[in-house]
């Protein structure tokens, strides 16, 4: 029978899909997990449970470095990306221009490559330049790759924009700046904001980038990786969830910033 | 299917009368999360009838088409094709096909692989269904050399024949039709209609067609139904629909109109001012309250030649040419509006007050 | 170049063209420029630092000579690739209607590395079977195998994201409209879905044969360096060999590769179209 069999399938569907959201998270468990053994060397089941890597992880004058250099660099390229991105998403979507199709391949094509040779290439470069890599170039080098993802998550938004209303604001006598300010800017404002989100976002959990580009200065992700390839302790699992979890509260902070702005902006609709 | 098969004549309380309806629908409801979207429609469509149902955006209309065409199961009721129960058949087994409003054309394929898709459905021979494609464009006017355009690159009207030549190629039974032309203009929509009616006539199908526009109802229809809030408040020829419509919603969907209140007395019908109203129909009203309904171009002047069963004086305050008729807005004494609808000719000369009236057999008493 | 148009000097800059200015500067400081150097280095000579005045395709010479095993690891890396495409067009397509965005955002070391902690020896498969009573887990760390694993893995959500788009955009009418004229599951799926969701499909699998083509990651830390990639080569001889020619024409030559490949499905795709311009 049709409908029986397109049960099945649906059964089937669901179970596959649970499968791989299984699979996705399972190896984080498993960090999370590794981080909360007391043992200095893992192993499962786990013996003994205890907070001690946490704390010494959370102690470590060294992770303070780290996790400033991250926090900065991540920052740093939130604040800029976004200040790039809002105006190539205008010349993305937004203007029919000349240049147009040239440059939404130009923008793809740091996406559609291999970070880590990005990352490379980026080190040869500063190199010959004669700059030495530190967490400044580590921006730059952010930068390249985020730009051009925070560029398309706004162009989204900004395809849905209708162009007309800047017209009409115009045409209402409003000056170039003030339609910016009070039509075009809160129009695409969920865009930015998820734009700036996923700026910081994936800054704070890039590896190959910080890898080859940030000279001597660490990120978690670099000095996670180091530990990895040679010494382990539970440190790297605690730190690695931790930053995980970091990154979660900021995406779940985020969507409820962007809830809270479109029930506001729903709001001021019903009322206006 | 064997499920399919089952009888629901003597499951179905209201049994077909001659000629046996093609589609017949029993208590059909459809529930979204609590909310009756259609609630309880009765309906029979004959053989090669052209019904139309209209009624405002969120009446439920479109749900209903999407329970024809086999897109929705009901809730609760029948519905049965020639005798058939369909409930639950799939949409692709049903023989009927929706123009959706959309027209959903493929927008991967030619012009030709469109009206083509129900024959490779059928897996029909190429040429056989070449043949078959090109007889379609010529009875829906499409010139030929379409055949191999890309669909996307038609115009409006050349989207809404391919559209039809696709529906056809399927041979349904019934074709239903989801406001296909509303996103047209207004003189090649006036064009369409025409063509859509000749196709039926020539076609001999069953047309069930959907719109918001009464206009594009009484063009085409044998009959109208009218839907509110789910259910089939009126269902007639174009001209019962107009004339005598059930009640104040089917008399205001027609455009404009004039409405009095009236209640009922020892004496008859009174008016809010207490004289009396000379009324024609209406006479088994049950409340004892309702509406006189009286159109516009039914109001005129009274003047001493001329008098009126009903009169009621005011100011005319706006005058709007209609071309050939001349519509005025009258403010009653008692603050109420009137529309009164002249041709040029009775043009309203005077200044001053103004006494508008009506005649009893051209007013339509509602409930409510 | 890309750009050649836009470079043509013109009486007044248009608003798309001042918009597009910061991020078009990014782009050729941070990225053509550093290409150009890699392209150009690629003929200095081999083993020196002298850019610019010397031309030699000594690099390419040693990279397709028959002694020099480097050839293996392109073969790693694009058989790698192409695997780990096949396999992601299977997993995805079924489950292309839910989005998780959350693992892009977590470095990808951290995931892998906790991957090692569940197949590594008393880890959480090995421990588990064992307290179930088995012998204990497979040996399968330090294989081609979990190299490809996690490349399926870390790779995923950018398979699923296009795709989703790309079976998104498919409008509900389209598919109804299909079964209403008759055609059954298979016919619809293969006539009117697969085809509109291509263009996603299409992105989903270029960009991850790209950053699959370049991965290094999953052979370094699942792999324990099994499976040598190009990249771990163009790795060693930027760093540890200080062989900067070397590792440029190497770098040149899966560039070229994957910009090639990129470029051309790029130019058959509209993005107006796929980022939903009216």
């Known amino acids: ?272 | 299917m064997s499920s399919v098969a089952v009888s629901p004549v003597s499951a179905s309380p209201a049994v077909s009368k001659t000629p046996r309806p093609v589609l017949q629908l029993v208590d059909v409801r459809k529930v979204f999360d609590g909310f009756a979207a259609v609630d309880g429609i009765n309906l029979d469509i004959e053989e090669g009838e052209f019904v139309t149902i209209v009624g405002p955006s969120g009446s439920g209309k479109t749900t209903l088409l999407r329970m024809l065409a086999g897109l929705e199961s009901p809730s609760d009721g029948y519905i049965t094709l020639r005798g058939e129960l369909i409930n639950d058949v799939p949409s692709n087994r049903r023989p009927t096909c929706l123009v959706f409003q959309s027209l959903a054309l493929f927008p991967h394929m030619t012009v030709g692989d469109n009206i083509e898709f129900p024959l490779r459905v059928r897996k029909m021979a190429p040429e056989e269904r070449r043949r078959r494609a090109l007889e379609l464009m010529a009875k829906v006017r499409l010139p030929e050399d379409y055949y191999a355009k890309n669909v996307m690159l038609c115009s409006g009207g050349e989207k809404q024949r391919v559209a039809l030549a696709r529906a056809f190629a399927y041979d349904p039974d019934v074709l239903f039709f989801d406001e296909p032309l509303s996103a047209l203009d207004y003189k090649l929509k006036k064009l369409l209609e025409k063509e859509l009616k000749d196709l039926h006539r020539e076609s001999g199908k069953t047309f069930v067609y959907i719109t918001h526009s009464l206009e594009e109802a009484m063009v085409m229809s044998d009959r109208i139904g009218v839907m509110r809030a789910g259910k089939v408040v009126q269902i007639g020829t174009p001209e019962q629909i107009y004339s005598t419509p059930a009640d104040r919603f089917v008399a205001e969907f027609f455009g404009e109109v004039n409405t009095v209140p009236i209640r009922r007395s020892a004496d008859g019908w009174l008016r809010r001012d207490g004289r009396p109203v000379a009324v024609t129909s209406g006479l088994s009203i049950d409340g004892d309250e309702a509406t006189v309904v009286i159109r516009p171009e039914y109001m005129r002047f009274v003047t001493d030649d001329a008098v009126a069963d009903n009169t009621i004086v005011g100011t005319i305050f706006n005058e709007y040419s209609l071309g050939s008729r001349l519509q005025y807005q009258v403010r009653s004494r008692t603050g109420r509006t009137f529309l009164v609808e002249v041709p040029r000719a009775a043009a309203w000369k005077g200044t001053g007050e103004v006494t508008i009236g009506w005649d009893a057999r051209n007013a339509i008493v509602v409930g409510g | 170049m890309a750009d050649t148009s836009l470079s043509a000097p013109e009486a007044k800059l248009t608003p798309g063209l001042r918009a597009s200015l910061p991020v078009l500067v990014l782009l050729i400081a941070g990225f053509l420029a550093p290409l150009v150097t890699v392209a150009a280095y690629a003929f200095a000579t081999p083993k020196s630092f002298d850019v610019f005045r010397s031309f030699t395709l000594a690099n390419f010479a040693a990279i397709v000579d028959p002694s020099n095993t480097v050839w293996t690891s392109f073969v790693w890396a694009l058989a790698l690739a192409f695997c780990c495409v096949a396999i992601l067009l299977v997993i995805c397509y079924p489950i292309a209607s839910v989005l998780f965005v959350f693992p892009l955002f977590v470095s990808e070391n951290v995931r892998l590395y906790g991957w090692v902690l569940f197949f590594i020896k008393n880890g959480v498969l090995d421990g588990a079977l064992k307290w179930f009573g088995f012998s204990g887990g497979p040996e399968l760390l330090y294989t081609p195998g979990i190299t490809l694993f996690g490349m399926v893995y870390v790779y995923l959500p950018f398979m699923l994201f296009p795709m989703t788009l790309g079976i998104a955009m498919i409008p509900r009418d389209l598919v109804d409209a299909a079964s209403d004229l008759g055609a059954g599951r298979l016919m619809i799926w293969r006539e009117v879905e697969l085809p509109l969701a291509m263009p996603g499909i299409l992105i989903g699998a270029l960009l991850t044969f790209v950053l699959a083509a370049g991965a290094v990651a999953e052979a370094k830390i699942l792999g324990g360096q099994s499976v040598i990639t190009i990249t771990q080569d163009i790795e060693v001889a930027f760093t540890y060999a200080q062989n900067w020619p070397m590792g440029s024409a190497l770098a040149l030559i899966l560039v070229l590769i994957v910009s090639g490949l990129a470029l051309t499905a790029m130019a058959r795709i509209d993005l107006d179209k796929i980022l939903g311009k009216r």
């Open chain 1, 1 to 272: 029978m049709q409908t029986v069999g397109r049960t099945r399938t649906h059964f089937l569907i669901r179970a596959w899909t649970a499968f791989v959201v299984l699979a996705i998270y399972l190896p984080i468990a498993c960090g999370a997990l590794a981080g909360l053994s007391k043992g200095r060397y893992f192993a499962f089941p786990i013996r003994v449970f205890s907070g001690e890597w946490w704390g010494k992880t959370w102690d470590s004058f060294e992770i303070h470095v780290l996790v400033q250099n991250s926090v900065l660099i991540a920052l740093i390229v939130t604040v800029l990306s976004v200040l790039f991105a809002f105006f190539g998403a205008l010349a993305f979507a937004r203007y029919p221009w000349k240049g147009r199709r040239a440059f939404q391949r130009l923008l793809l094509l740091p996406i559609f490559f291999p970070q880590p040779v990005l990352g490379l290439a980026l080190l040869l470069w500063f190199n010959a330049l004669g700059i030495s890599p530190s967490w400044k170039t580590a921006v730059v080098a952010h930068l390249v790759w985020i730009v051009p993802v925070v560029t398309l998550v706004i162009a989204i938004q900004v395809f849905s924009f209708d162009p007309v209303l800047e017209e009409a604001a115009s045409d209402l006598g409003a000056s170039r700046l003030f339609t910016l300010r009070t039509v075009t800017l809160p129009i695409l404002w969920p865009g930015i904001w998820s734009g700036a989100l996923f700026a910081f976002l994936l800054s704070w959990g890039n590896f190959p980038l910080s890898l080859y580009t940030a000279g001597a200065d660490s990120t978690i992700p670099k000095w996670l990786y180091s530990k990895m390839v040679a010494g382990y302790t539970p440190m790297v699992p605690a730190l690695g969830t931790m930053s995980t979890l970091t990154a979660a509260a900021l995406l779940l902070a985020g969507g409820l910033v962007r809830l809270l702005l479109k029930k506001r902006a729903d709001l001021r609709a019903r009322e206006g």
